[in-house]
T-cell receptor, first 112, second 116 residues
């Protein structure tokens, strides 16, 4: 079985400052990990995925995530926030079965 | 780029009525999923489907729910007798490969179901 914990339900940063959205996971199997973004009243868009080829994964819109097995973490970062980054972000884990599990989400607020 | 499409975008129904939510997954994908998101809450797994049968389902997916792939392109979710608490956004997703792969889910834009 797998689970995923997003440590912050809300994060607020000023435009132009770094973003850190935290995610910890547990999985009995070697997991696949993803980040999805959901803009208001929109569907779910894939930001990036962990493929096991590299621990630092680059995604769309300047986002990155680093897989740290020793910490069971897959935190999402961006060096400089933009107003358009305001959205809900979901960390997702897929393990040894077909129940792909979403974290509870982190709402990112960008302050002008 | 191929997309998952869902219809309708919004469905309003009365309590006790049956609803069918429709999805057209990406054509070469083999694994299909339904998720729901009650307003303001997390995205919850309902069911996964592969090779014309359910591969996993959650506790939410009780006897009131069923899924079908009637014609090789559509993937439907039926709720037999809707309850007020079924009001939610329902997302369909598909992916090329399944268990143990890093094949990502591709989501549709969702159907907002409102039960009155």
């Amino acid at each position: 079985a797998q689970s995923v914990t997003q440590l912050d339900s809300h994060v607020s940063v000023s435009e132009g400052t770094p973003v850190l959205l935290r995610c910890n996971y547990s999985s009995s199997y070697s997991p696949s990990l993803f980040w999805y973004v959901q803009h208001p009243n929109k569907g779910l868009q894939l930001l990036l995925k962990y493929t096991s080829a590299a621990t630092l994964v680059k995604g769309i819109n300047g986002f990155e995530a680093e897989f740290k097995k020793s910490e069971t973490s897959f935190h999402l970062t961006k060096p400089s926030a933009h107003m358009s980054d305001a959205a809900e972000y979901f960390c997702v884990v897929s393990g040894g079965d077909d129940k792909i599990i979403f974290g509870k989400g982190t709402r990112l607020h960008i302050l002008p | 780029e191929p997309e998952v499409t869902q219809t309708p975008s919004h469905q309003v129904t009365q309590m006790g009525q049956e609803v069918i939510l429709r999805c057209v997954p990406i054509s070469n994908h083999l694994y299909f999923y339904w998720y729901r998101q009650i307003l303001g809450q997390k995205v919850e797994f309902l069911v996964s489907f592969y090779n014309n049968e359910i591969s996993e389902k959650s506790e939410i997916f009780d006897d009131q729910f069923s899924v079908e792939r009637p014609d090789g392109s559509n993937f439907t979710l039926k709720i037999r007798s809707t309850k007020l608490e079924d009001s939610a956004m329902y997302f369909c997703a598909s992916r090329l490969l399944g268990t143990g792969s890093n094949s990502p889910l591709h989501f549709g834009n969702g159907t907002r179901l409102t039960v009155t």
